[in-house]
């Protein structure tokens, strides 16, 4: 389904929902126990209003209550809204809930002022997902051995394996390996203290597969053991989830819908990653020739909250198995210095594995300058 289609359906529901006689509130429930905050949407076009439902469950007889005639809402600043809530200008607005002595986990609402249409599915009932894992290469312009690494990942580009996996480079958290850097950035910053944290500190040029599946440092035998990580993360008999995707951009603000279909049923995270290439450093140390000058799909910013213990996103909740979910991304360039035209999104949902870890289970990459990517289904 495009993203504005589905905004069309819930406008569509929204409204008949009006029609229906709305009862008074009547006496206040006198339960108590924790209460919990949902949304009817949690991605809207600008303009657009969202619907809010506070619930509580009884801590004795765990009764669920409809408490939101009771409730307060709260935005950000701790400024009271409506409900419905009609935002007036794009952005995140994080939305908190309290009633009587209890307080509700906020939620936060991504309200975009422009909505790519994500394209129409060219086979809805097919759920035989190319499996993409998110390959991260930890470099810096003053390392000079990272060009090292970039020969034998462009050796890697020439080969099958790079049907299975979305590549970032991660120029963060080097010291003075980074300094002066172009490609430096904040969340190049989060991405690179991130993986320290999973894997423990370790030098340039460091290959990171996913948020924790593999480490790879350089050495003569590091494309074989990229490979071999690759075959050890990749599941050929297909992703648990696919990504169709859509970009608008300009040149303070790139806006991504995406879609996401489950073949197997979980809660499941989701986060854009903004990306820059070609970006040229005459001075990269150790260089010898362009193709070492010259950095591609270096991370540039990340959506929503983030931070070095947190760059996975939020959770989407559950999707059911061949059911979709849509949701969107705003991405601000930050930099005069950044250049949009060379900008894409790598979109990645996650899921928890077998340790309790949120982990990568599939992703998707799309250009500007393409500005769509359908279904990547196996052949």
Request: glycine share 8%; with cysteine; net charge negative.
């Amino acid at each position: 389904m495009k993203f504005a289609k589905f905004l069309a359906l819930f406008g569509a529901v929204a409204a008949f929902a009006a029609c229906e006689p709305t009862p008074g509130p009547g006496p206040e429930p006198s339960t108590e126990g924790k209460i919990v905050l949902s949304a009817d949407k949690t991605t809207i076009a600008l303009g657009e209003s969202v619907t809010f439902k506070v619930e509580q469950t009884d801590k004795t007889t765990g009764e669920v209550v409809d408490v939101t005639a009771y409730a307060e809402l709260f935005d950000g600043d701790l400024n009271t809204i409506s409900n419905p809530f009609t935002p007036t200008a794009s952005g995140y607005y994080n939305i908190s809930a309290t009633y009587g002595a209890e307080a509700a986990k906020s939620i936060t609402i991504t309200v975009l002022a422009q909505m790519p249409e994500v394209p129409s599915d060219p086979d809805p009932s097919c759920l035989a997902f190319n499996h993409r894992v998110v390959l991260v290469d930890h470099t810096g312009a003053n390392c000079p051995y990272c060009p090292q690494m970039t020969d034998k990942l462009i050796q890697l580009a020439g080969t099958s394996y790079h049907n299975n996996y979305n590549e970032v480079t991660c120029h963060g958290n080097g010291g003075g390996l980074t300094q002066g850097d172009p490609a430096n950035s904040n969340a190049a910053e989060m991405l690179g203290q991130y993986h320290a944290s999973i894997f423990g500190s370790f030098g340039m040029p460091t290959v990171c597969i996913n948020f924790a599946g593999a480490k790879i440092v350089n050495s003569a035998a590091a494309l074989n053991n990229i490979k071999a990580a690759l075959d050890n993360n990749v599941k050929k008999d297909g992703a648990d989830v696919g990504i169709a995707m859509a970009l608008e951009g300009d040149a303070t603000n790139v806006y991504c819908a995406a879609q996401v279909k489950a073949k197997v049923a979980k809660e499941y995270k989701a986060v854009a990653w903004l990306l820059e290439s070609n970006i040229y450093n005459k001075s990269q140390a150790g260089s010898q020739t362009d193709t070492h000058r010259i950095y591609n799909y270096a991370i540039r910013n990340i959506s929503g909250k983030y931070s070095a213990s947190n760059v996975s996103g939020e959770s989407v909740g559950v999707i059911e198995a061949g059911k979709t979910l849509d949701c969107a991304f705003q991405l601000p360039i930050i930099s005069t210095k950044w250049n949009y035209e060379n900008m894409g999104v790598l979109v990645i949902v996650s899921a928890k594995n077998a340790q309790g870890r949120w982990e990568v289970v599939n992703s998707a990459y799309c250009s500007l300058a393409d500005k769509s990517k359908t279904y990547e289904y196996i052949d």
